[in-house]
């Protein structure tokens, strides 16, 4: 077993694979549970907080999709693993601050929270080789201070993207709220998929589903999902 696999890190006695293997065996048992195919669930560890270390681990054990949510510790991670193997992605799933998207954009291969016009106005200035994979995040609650578009604003931020040749949209992304039902807003999410489609017919990926509810978001179709301390166990202490 690699190093970094076998070693403990901060969930009881458990190691990173023990963690990760878990994890997988449960995203397919709720695909068989839902009828679905586990190859049509993309698993994407979320590695804040947690050093390149950790990102290396599970690389030892295959891994090669990441997820980050803070610059610059997304754009260190990214630098520090780029000399471990050339085939890693990296996705941005916290909210994009307008003045940092151009540094964020030269890292990243996907950003899930997209939620504003100012943004992809942002990103669309950028020059790159390929279009950059987006997802538009609706915000599941009432309060404007959550992450994401309003689902009545929907709609125009959608178009918006589209009309930028800079920037592929591959679907929605959603936080379930805290101490709500998540299969609601996974429901939710999932019924405003099927909405966009009709004016963007390839937009067909959801980004939803975290450690604690990530067997609700697969019932409810998620294709992506955004699982973090299930897999690497509790975040170190921050300094």
Not at 4 to 28: D, K, N, P
Not at 93 to 119: C, N, P
Not at 139 to 163: F, K, S, W, Y
Not at 225 to 233: D, E, Q, S, V, Y
Request: aromatic share 4%.
């Amino acid at each position: 077993m690699p190093e970094h696999a076998g070693e403990a890190l901060g969930q009881g006695h458990s190691t990173l694979a023990e963690r990760l293997s878990a994890v997988q065996s449960q995203i397919q048992d709720a695909c068989r549970g839902a009828g679905r195919d586990a190859s049509e669930v993309t698993l994407i560890p979320v590695t804040k907080f947690h050093g390149p270390e950790l990102v290396e681990g599970l690389v030892d054990l295959g891994v090669r999709r990441f997820a980050e949510s803070r610059h610059p510790e997304a754009r260190d991670k990214a630098e520090a693993l780029s000399v471990r193997a050339e085939d890693l992605e990296w996705h941005f799933v916290g909210q994009v601050q307008t003045k940092k998207a151009r540094q964020i954009a030269q890292y990243v291969d996907a950003i899930h929270s997209i939620d504003r016009a100012g943004l992809v106005d942002a990103l669309s200035s950028i020059e790159r080789e390929h279009p950059l994979p987006v997802f538009v995040q609706v915000n599941m609650t009432p309060d404007p201070e959550r992450g994401g578009v309003q689902p009545d604003e929907l709609d125009a931020l959608v178009e918006h993207v589209l009309a930028t040749q800079a920037l592929e949209l591959e679907g929605l992304m959603c936080v379930a709220p805290l101490g709500g039902e998540p299969r609601v807003s996974f429901a939710a999410l999932r019924e405003l998929s099927v909405r966009i489609q009709t004016i963007a017919p390839m937009a067909t990926a959801l980004s939803m589903g975290m450690s604690n509810d990530f067997r609700e978001a697969i019932e409810n179709g998620a294709t992506h999902l955004r699982i973090g301390a299930a897999i690497t166990g509790k975040r170190p202490d921050r300094t």
